[in-house]
């Protein structure tokens, strides 16, 4: 079923004849249409009127519809792509399929067919944000993460507690940790919490472009501001009008476009590179930095009125080796991912590479433990990963967690005490965390003589 509201459709092709075409059609089936030229054309009408359907030809000049679902599939993850090939080109619909489109028409085109796999792809893409809203609820309720976030250890809950505070405000977002912590992650829960939800999220990492390039990626330009300008170029601001721009690396923006960024967010317009004309957005900002943002506002390397703009609301992401089992969560989900990508049948870790892990200190973070988990599920011939499956050098007397032998119990023994401490003592507490029942862990206790020693509730 369609929507009560009209459904947008973006056509692209080359040829005139076809778009105007496929748009007389369209418009006669009550949708809204609009038509691109080429893929960069597609690009800039989706960021000022966002798609509900993009309907694209394979072979275009300049950019191809790989290359243009592949751009679409970032601010756009459930828009349906349907990409039109000539009888020969299967196996290139094949790779579009790979890369983002959601399905392919054979020309020449059949219009029944297309109306078809237009309603299918919005069935699809409804049928996925209803599977994805009770997959969240599911996991809120069981205190179990937040938009996609895995762990339930208290530093985690603390994020899932402010995330979920300020994700209905407009209120810029300031997320510091380490490198690889999952600060990306809480943005786009963030966004995918907030009333922004169904429109774009984009992401730019500053630390990757020299200041021409990243003022353009920015701002956008105007045609011949510079060489090599030769077509206006729209930014990330304006393709983020009415959803939110995650910036990572905030620290690496250099003082010229610091003075820019600070106008948008307080007067919320700017003007393209080379040009005049005044543009204004609505745009949500998060920002996320493993610098210490203070320390470089007192060495000067970054504008103190910037810095509180920025700074609004706070979150820090923990480093995985504050996390305590949050460790052999993500372990877990890592493994059915990669085994399910990799069509391989793993049981689970020996006990001796649980020990390995919970000891590690994890300097890369999530990534680190996700890359290891990856590389073992693709290296191991067996069904059990073992500790010299996981590519991580054993702990030395500076690293993580330290545990006493190797045995589950052992393993079990720790994970309950020190669980215990960082809750103050509350077995109804490390009980929800532990995901294991008060009376098992007054159980453990009495065995390991610390019977009475810890409260039975809040």
């Known amino acids: 079923m369609r929507s009560i509201k009209p459904l947008r459709i973006l056509v692209v092709d080359d040829e005139p004849s076809a778009r105007s075409g496929l748009e007389l059609l369209l418009r006669q089936e009550s949708y809204e249409v609009d038509t691109a030229a080429d ?8 960021a000022e009127r966002p798609p509900d359907v993009t309907v694209t030809d394979l072979r275009m000049p300049g950019m191809d519809g790989i290359e243009l679902a592949k751009k679409l599939r970032e601010p756009f993850p459930r828009m349906p792509i349907i990409l039109v090939t000539a009888v020969g080109e299967v196996n290139s619909a094949v790779r579009a399929m790979r890369a983002g489109a959601d399905d392919y028409l054979v020309k020449p085109l059949d219009f029944d067919e297309l109306l078809l796999a237009i309603e299918r792809g919005v069935e699809r893409r409804d049928l996925r944000a209803e599977t994805e809203e009770l997959r969240r609820q599911l996991r809120e309720r069981d205190r179990s993460g937040l938009e996609g976030l895995i762990g339930s250890s208290p530093a985690m809950q603390e994020v899932y507690k402010i995330a979920a505070r300020v994700a209905p405000a407009r209120a810029t977002v300031l997320i510091t940790g380490e490198s690889g912590t999952g600060k990306g ?3 786009r829960a963030i966004h995918a919490k907030s009333p922004r939800a169904t429109s774009p999220f984009l992401t730019l990492q500053c630390a990757a472009l020299a200041e021409t390039l990243l003022e353009s990626e920015l701002f956008g330009h105007e045609r011949g501001s510079f ?33 820019k960024l600070l106008r948008v967010l307080q007067e919320r317009t700017f003007e393209r590179v080379g040009g005049n004309e005044q543009i204004k957005v609505d745009v949500r900002l998060i920002a996320a930095t493993n610098r210490d943002l203070s320390a470089e506002v007192a060495e000067g390397r ?22 305590g089992n949050d460790i052999l969560t993500l372990a877990n989900h890592f493994l059915r991912k990669f085994s399910e990508e990799n069509n391989k049948r793993i049981e689970g870790f020996s006990d001796r590479a649980v020990s390995k892990m919970l000891a590690h200190r994890w300097p890369g973070n999530v990534r680190e433990l996700e890359n290891a988990i990856e590389r073992a599920v693709v290296m191991v011939e067996g069904p059990v990963i073992d500790e010299g499956d996981l590519p991580i050098s054993p702990t030395d007397d500076k690293g993580g967690i330290q545990i006493p032998g190797s045995s589950m119990a052992e393993i079990e023994r720790h994970a309950i005490l020190t669980t215990l401490d960082a809750v103050g003592g509350s077995t109804t507490k490390a009980a929800e965390i532990l995901g294991i029942s008060v009376r098992t862990i007054q159980y453990r206790l009495h065995e390991y003589g610390r019977a009475g020693t810890h409260r039975a509730s809040t």
């Not at 077509?231 to 923006?253: C, M, N, P, V, W």
């Open 185 to 187: 992650e809480v943005a």
């Open 39 to 46: 893929g960069m054309q597609a690009l800039e009408i989706a």
């Open 302 to 323: 970054f504008r103190a009125d910037l810095f509180y703009r920025l700074n609004v609301v706070h979150i820090h992401m923990p480093p995985l080796r504050a996390r």
């Open 227 to 259: 060489t090599g300008a030769d077509k206006r170029r729209i930014g990330r601001f304006e393709q983020s009008h009415g959803g939110t721009l995650f910036l990572d690396e905030i620290a690496e923006i250099p003082p010229s476009l610091q003075v």
